[in-house]
């Protein structure tokens, strides 16, 4: 078993909203602005947070927000250069994380040098007389994934900043790229690197056959993600149930990155209806099977609507302070349920590769029970009224929950949930 799977939860950061970047890249001769080294001072708050690995958005130099690369083997001046990278992987390893970092390789920025070059015109897409973009972006140009030339420039990436220290890619909009890219990549570059890890971007569709055709170790959790937040708001957890055993399914097969928000989502704490249901999405996510990601700031409780328009990320996308002491007190109430429920994941690391059934179900109760090298049942009542729950719990006893008591654990208050365990 690979490292990212040993019970393993990962923080994701999006650098260039974190460190508080020019929106922009700067003109040329602008002196670089060494913001890495802003995240060295919150490594230890992501490893007392539980977490083992840091994956970063993207770092390598770009137009604007990061996946209209301008040069893949460049830091972007924007955020340091390649001696703060360094930097920062030494820092994150003497904390115990590891880091993964953001490929974007399914199109590169319109001011990339090869798509400059009319000798490198076989290096792009042509459709309908011009040339393809990513879901109608102007400014993201498609890379010809058929070409042999770039395939050997993304591997020729990806072995560079293995080789550099990072511990793995988390490879975006790999749903817009043929499997069998992957599949010749990965060919080549994880006898090199056997123990990095590779998780692909995929939203809709065959997840496992992704994985299967791609030879990636993972890929994101989208169903899973929707499933938590809408069965709450329409207190209709049966949906919650379906995209559960479609997770059971998948993990035959591997192991998925499960995640309540990312950098592409409204965050959680706006997304739900009901605010006191932030701590039902959490224990799904920490006791289901998976390898769980927090979005930074998610674990503050922080809010932040996704809008389609200009500049529409940047809610979900903020500047941090210099120091962790800087946050606000409003949040740390929801920080430190994250840290006891990343405890408890990682108390029993089994969850990692964890079943998870549903003993009992109705639109606003709903049972839980992962098993593998252990067994945990997850309570949850999203219901006006307390709840009893009509199961033997024989050897169990609540571990975390949000008021369950200890008199009789099956019983959940109105809005409440309760995960229970043995011993």
Known sequence: MTWWKQGAVWWQVYPLGFTGAEPAAPPPGTPVRHRLRH?????????????SALQLGPIFASETHGYDTLDHFRVDPRLGDEADFDRLVRAAGDHGLRIVLDGVFNH???????FAD??????????????????????????????????EYVVGVMDHWLDRGA???RLDAAYAMPASFWHKALTQVRPRHPEACFVGEVIHGDYAAYVAGSGLDSVT?????????????????????????????????????TFVGNH??????????????LG??????????GVPSVYYGDEQGLRGLKEERPGGDDAIRPAFPATPEELGP?????????????????????????RTTVPHLTNTAMALESTGDGRLLTLLNSGPEPYRFPLDISGLAVAESSGAGAADPRLVPAHGWAILTAG
């Open 39 to 51: 995240l060295e001072a919150w490594l230890g708050y992501a490893a007392e947070l539980g977490c």
């Open 108 to 114: 590169v920025g319109r001011g990339h040098p090869r």
């Open 118 to 151: 009319p000798g490198s015109a076989h290096w792009f897409v042509s459709r309908d007389g011009g040339h393809a973009t990513f879901e109608g972006h102007h400014g993201l140009v498609e890379l010809n994934h058929d070409h042999p030339e770039v395939l």
């Open 167 to 169: 511990s793995g890619w």
């Open 221 to 257: 959790q989208y169903e899973l993600w929707k499933a938590v937040w809408s069965s709450l708001n329409d207190r209709n957890l049966y949906e919650l149930a379906w995209a559960l055993d479609r997770h059971d399914a998948l993990l035959e097969s591997f192991v998925p990155l």
């Open 264 to 277: 592409d989502v409204t965050r959680l704490a706006t997304r739900l209806d009901d605010e006191r249901h």
């Open 280 to 289: 039902h999405a959490l224990a799904v996510l920490f006791t289901v099977g």
């Open 330 to 354: 409003a949040g740390w109430p929801v920080h430190r349920l994250h840290r006891r429920l990343i405890a408890l994941r990682r108390r029993n690391p089994w969850l990692t590769l964890a």
